[in-house]
Antibody
């Protein structure tokens, strides 16, 4: 079964850091580009970051550029999102998703990040 | 990276059709044939319903269809069923390996 499982969410103070993980199974992780999407409470989905499977190149939304870093470990079939200098507006459920033809066909259940003092 | 514009809500009775619009710009919707649509039941993982404007992934009923004209795309759900009640989001490739989502539409089955 194709599956993505996020972990690492929690409560963090403004200015703090958190690292999210996304464990993949049921497909060849190293051959697939991956994405993070978030949803703030009561708000819509927001694209956050993307990583190419072949060269590890990454892109970021302007709202997180310079603060978030996306990486992958193909030996562990795991995606990581390092989040630094967290702000209250980063509070959201974070989903990892597998890319298909310029879309996202497999999603995890999400992990909640709360930034609050 | 401005969100695509969707109506906040749409509704229809069982068996009827509902169409959701998604308006962007020439930098996203109008510039690429890579609009996708997602069904999201709160608390669950979003589900891909349409990709590349009008293609359905395996397992998605043919009651769901997509189209695009200029800077606007749309999703039509025909033969509404109670399980179609959910939030729906459009998304478009926006160039340079970036994407943008729509503001979301809550579909209610009356």
């Amino acid at each position: 079964e194709v599956q993505l499982l996020e972990s690492g969410g929690g409560l963090v103070q403004p200015g703090g850091s958190l690292r999210l993980s996304c464990a993949a199974s049921g497909f060849t992780f190293s051959r697939n580009a991956m994405t993070w999407v978030r949803q703030a409470p009561g708000k819509g989905l927001e694209w956050v970051s993307f990583i190419y499977s072949d060269n590890g190149a990454t892109t970021y939304a302007d709202s997180v550029k310079g603060r978030f870093t996306l990486s992958s470990d193909n030996s562990r079939d795991t995606l990581y999102l390092q989040m630094n200098s967290l702000r209250a507006e980063d509070t959201a459920v974070y989903y990892c998703a597998k890319n298909t033809i310029f879309a996202f066909d497999i999603w995890g259940q999400g992990t909640m990040v709360t930034v609050s003092s | 990276q401005s969100a695509l514009t969707q109506p906040p809500s749409a509704s229809g009775s069982p068996g009827q059709s509902v169409t959701i619009s998604c308006t962007g710009s020439s930098s996203d919707v109008g510039g690429y044939n890579y609009v996708s649509w997602y069904q999201h039941h709160p608390g669950k993982a979003p589900k891909l319903m349409i990709y590349a404007v009008n293609k359905r992934p395996s397992g998605v009923p043919d009651r769901f269809s997509g189209s695009k004209s200029g800077n606007a795309a749309s999703l039509t759900v025909s033969g509404l069923q109670t399980e179609d009640e959910a939030d729906y989001y459009c998304s478009s490739f926006a160039g340079s390996s970036t994407w943008v989502f729509g503001t979301g539409t809550k579909v209610t089955v009356l």
